[in-house]
């Protein structure tokens, strides 16, 4: 049972109007979106579920403008909701009846490229394909690179803390960005982080990258680029079991070897994707591995050499190096493509992104069967093996009210499995809207109330995307009321953090 | 790891210690083994000391996470952590025997693997996943986890990095692991400081496995860890000599723990962080740059006016590491606006402004 969400409702006419006539002010014409078929486009992100028309649509063209839409949103109290590209996958950039979707579309430009420090400054619009596009030719890359590369952007990037498939060996966001510059509510300017590789006082920079636009707006991006390895190759293992697969994978970890990608497949997701893409994936495996070397080429052959004893030794079946630069890419091809081949035999799909400790990798998979037939939908399983990062996908068919009752508890349920073995309810997606209410199983109410007070911190009145990313106190008693059963909180035995 | 896991009497003592000084706003200092105390400004308060939470808590090589009490003496957990052939990402200075990882965390400080191009590198921030922590009511706080992606609630554990107790004491914290590298191999060649900063950049725009940099007196030593290829490789094209295994070893502990000849003076020690790539100081004194250039330590024979605005101009900052202070803070100010914002940070994590009061900035507390 979802708790209706905050800033949803219908829009309050007279103050959309004085609202654009402030903004007018401060913004050039056509920068504003204020009728119903123009903000209808903005009703979601790539979170389908949730859908709620925006009051008004800002696209500000520089960094002065949007400061300027902060300071006068801010003195009519009304709510801001950054966007970037509309990719994101929890709800983050869900619109706000009473308030102003502030959209950075617009601020798209690489600023420069400095080769010989390895950074890039961005405008946050600019696209992450885009920016190891423009890095390749001093043979650079950014590395984080989230499914959504072609599509979403630096700003959004920042805003979720983005991995990839390759934040095993090269990590996060946050381990990829040097610095920000941004503006809070208030619309006063903020720098966090530097050039430099640290910067005096509190490190601000690590609150605001993964805040989901609810501390600052961020409008410059200062990112680390690294050599590109010389060569990549791809191994694809099968096995008859997910138990073994699972194994498989600690064992690489365990032999001290961090490739540079390592995912998982499961039956279901392998013969999802295949018709779909030719990948050529081993369709009568239980689960298949993926497993990435790069480098230089003579280290490239010593790691697949190690890969492939350790994955013999761990039981896998049939093992194929991917002869050519195009055998590799269609590897990759499937696993980049489960989403949209989720949405292809189904109507529609809820993708889930858990992370646990690898160990549980096998009970939590065993769960997620046992939940396919209780809420009686199917949930093909891609993940991020070597980080422990699940992306269950839940079909369903969002014309059919009981399934779309039944894909939200079978995600709940799902969610609650991972806090229960010591994992999270998000590892890469975000928390938005949609998991608003797994943070106050995961955390208690003493870390729950910090995370307020840092919100306080940045934007005393919470103006900026209320309601998402941190649960008020009150939502958590509301939640907790509904998910006590005769007097218990669901997993009593847990520590709760 | 979460709050269940602590030793409930000691916890229990501390968190009492904490709100009895709150209670009457009396300042506590947070001592471990006061390896660091040297480090930020000085402090003065009712000492509390976290030792006796203590021991690694969870340790499993295969998912590369330990969760390690404060009190857990650094070198006992670095010696726990190779016997399974891994060790931390960003190779922490202990500057002695009673070095916890409390203290480490708190301080924030990297040692010479942070600049390095492969798997393990970074700072004490970018390995860091959860932490548990005492805050200035006495209440504990469990941030982040044991996993490596986590994107649920604000990252305050990556903000207690180099927080210098300020915001609380660290209890427990999980770190994120990286394997020993399988070889690994230190040269040196004779190069002037312009000549070394652009060797530098030129190894490090490219994928080679440079895993430390230390320039000082002429001579520029570089470590490469990875493959055994790998190394191979850099070791041919870099050329240079090779040092003993031995002698390696002994020369990056004494960068890493400042007991190598150059640290071996009086006067002011500054560290200078600046961008990659950035020109030579030109700053009066004895040098050691490390992190392909991005860290400068500076015994300055001109005053810390000129210091300061000197790694401004480059687009850096410059603190004041060792040696006479004088009344010049230790970290550089920051802008108005970011002071502001950390001291309402203060204001809620440690209400009576009773942490370390002072010892990263005068005006920390509001």
């Known amino acids: 049972m979802r708790t209706p969400l905050e800033g949803t409702g219908s829009i309050d006419h007279e103050l959309r109007a004085r609202t654009k006539a402030a903004l007018a002010r401060v913004l050039p014409s056509g920068s504003i979106l204020g009728t119903d078929e123009e903000t209808l486009p903005y009703e979601c992100d790539a979170l389908t579920l949730y859908r709620q028309p925006p009051m008004l649509v800002v696209l500000p063209a520089t960094e002065s403008e949007v400061a300027a839409v902060l300071r006068v949103c801010s003195s009519l109290g009304v709510p801001v909701v950054p966007r970037g590209a509309g990719t994101g996958l929890s709800g983050g950039s869900l619109p706000h009846a009473g308030g102003v979707l502030l959209s950075l579309a617009k601020l798209n430009r690489i600023l420069a490229i400095d080769s010989l420090a390895r950074t890039a400054r961005l405008q946050p619009g600019v696209r992450n394909a885009a920016i190891s596009e423009a890095a390749a030719r001093h043979g650079l890359f950014y590395a984080p690179d989230p499914s959504s590369q072609v599509a979403c952007t630096i700003g959004g990037n920042v805003a979720e803390n983005s991995g990839g498939i390759h934040c095993l060996k090269y990590g996060l966001t946050i381990h990829n960005v040097l610095a920000v510059r941004g503006f809070t509510m208030s619309g006063e300017a903020i720098e966090a982080g530097s050039a430099a590789l640290d910067t005096p006082g509190l490190d601000l920079l690590s609150l605001v990258i993964g805040s989901e636009g609810t501390l600052v707006v961020v409008t410059e991006v200062l990112v680390r680029l690294l050599p590109r390895p010389a060569l990549a190759r791809c191994l694809m293992a099968s096995f008859d079991r997910v138990e073994t697969a699972a194994e498989a994978v600690a064992a690489i970890i365990a032999a001290g070897i961090v490739p540079a990608a390592l995912e998982m497949m499961d039956q279901a997701a392998t013969r999802m994707v295949e018709p779909f893409v030719g990948a050529g994936y081993d369709l009568d495996a239980a689960a298949i591995l993926l497993c990435e070397a790069d480098g230089s080429e003579a280290e490239v052959t010593e790691e697949v050499e190690r890969i492939e004893a350790v994955l013999r030794a761990a039981g896998a079946g049939r093992i194929q190096v991917a002869a050519s630069e195009a055998e590799r890419l269609r590897f990759w091809a499937g696993r980049k493509n489960a989403f949209p081949a989720a949405g292809r035999v189904s109507p529609d799909y809820y993708c889930m992104d858990g992370t646990i400790p690898r160990r549980q990798l096998a009970r939590v998979l065993h769960a997620i069967r046992g939940m396919e037939s209780t809420y009686g939908l199917r949930c093909p399983n891609v993940f991020h093996a070597g980080d422990g990062n699940l992306h269950p996908l839940i079909l369903f068919d969002a014309n059919d009210p009981d399934s779309v009752r039944r894909a939200d508890e079978f995600g709940i349920a799902i969610l609650e499995l991972c806090i229960e073995v010591g994992g999270t309810v998000t590892g890469e997606h975000g928390v938005g809207i949609e998991k608003i209410n797994q943070l106050c199983s995961q955390f208690d109410a003493p870390s729950r109330e910090a995370f307020l007070a840092v919100r306080r911190a940045f934007d005393p009145d919470g103006r900026l995307n209320p309601g998402k990313a941190i649960p008020t106190l009150q939502r958590c008693a509301e939640y907790g009321r509904a998910h006590v059963h005769g007097g218990r909180l669901p997993f009593p035995d847990l520590p709760r953090y | ?366």
Not at chain 2, 269 to 286: E, Q, T
Request: charge should be neutral; include cysteine.
């Open chain 2, 1 to 366: 790891m979460g709050a269940s896991t602590l030793p409930v009497a000691i916890t229990a003592r501390l968190a009492e210690q904490v709100r009895s000084a709150a209670a009457s706003r009396r300042a506590l200092a947070i001592e471990a083994g006061g390896t660091k105390s040297f480090y930020g400004n000085p402090t003065a308060g009712e000492r509390l000391d976290p030792r006796e939470c203590a021991g690694i808590v969870a340790y499993e090589p295969s998912e590369l996470v330990v969760t390690a009490r404060a009190g857990t003496r650094l070198a006992e957990l670095e010696s726990a952590l190779a016997e399974c052939g891994q060790m931390l990402a960003f190779e922490p200075p202990h500057f002695g025997s009673g070095a916890t990882v409390g203290g480490c965390i708190a301080a924030g400080l990297a040692g010479p693997r942070r600049a390095a191009t492969g798997v393990a590198s970074g700072g004490v921030r970018d390995s860091l996943l959860g932490v548990t922590l005492l805050d200035g009511r006495g209440t504990i706080l469990a941030f982040g986890g044991t996993v490596m992606k986590n994107v649920a609630g604000y990252d305050v554990s990556r903000l207690i990095a180099g927080s210098l107790g300020t915001l609380g004491v660290v209890l427990e914290a999980s770190l994120r692991l990286v394997p020993r590298p399988a070889a690994e191999s230190t040269l040196s060649l004779e190069l002037d400081e312009q000549a070394a900063l652009r060797q530098c950049t030129a190894w490090m725009a490219s994928p080679w496995p440079v895993s430390a940099t230390a320039w000082a007196g002429g001579r520029l030593t570089v470590r490469l860890s990875g493959a055994r290829s790998a190394v191979g490789a850099a070791q041919r094209e870099f050329g240079g000599e090779v040092m003993t295994a031995e002698a390696a070893a002994g020369f990056w502990s004494a960068i890493r723990e400042q007991t190598a000849p150059y640290f071996d003076r009086d006067g002011t020690l500054w560290r200078v962080s600046l961008p990659a790539n950035s020109s030579p100081l030109a700053l009066a004194g004895p040098q050691l740059i490390e992190w392909g250039g991005a860290l400068r330590w500076l015994y300055a024979l001109e005053d810390a006016v000129a210091v300061r605005r000197r790694a401004a101009e480059l687009g850096g900052h410059a603190t004041l590491f060792r040696g006479e202070r004088g009344d010049v803070g230790a970290f550089t100010p920051r802008p108005a606006a970011v002071a502001v914002l950390e001291a309402r940070l203060r204001a809620e994590f440690d209400p009576a402004g009773i942490f370390n009061p002072g010892r990263m900035y005068a005006d920390q507390s509001h």
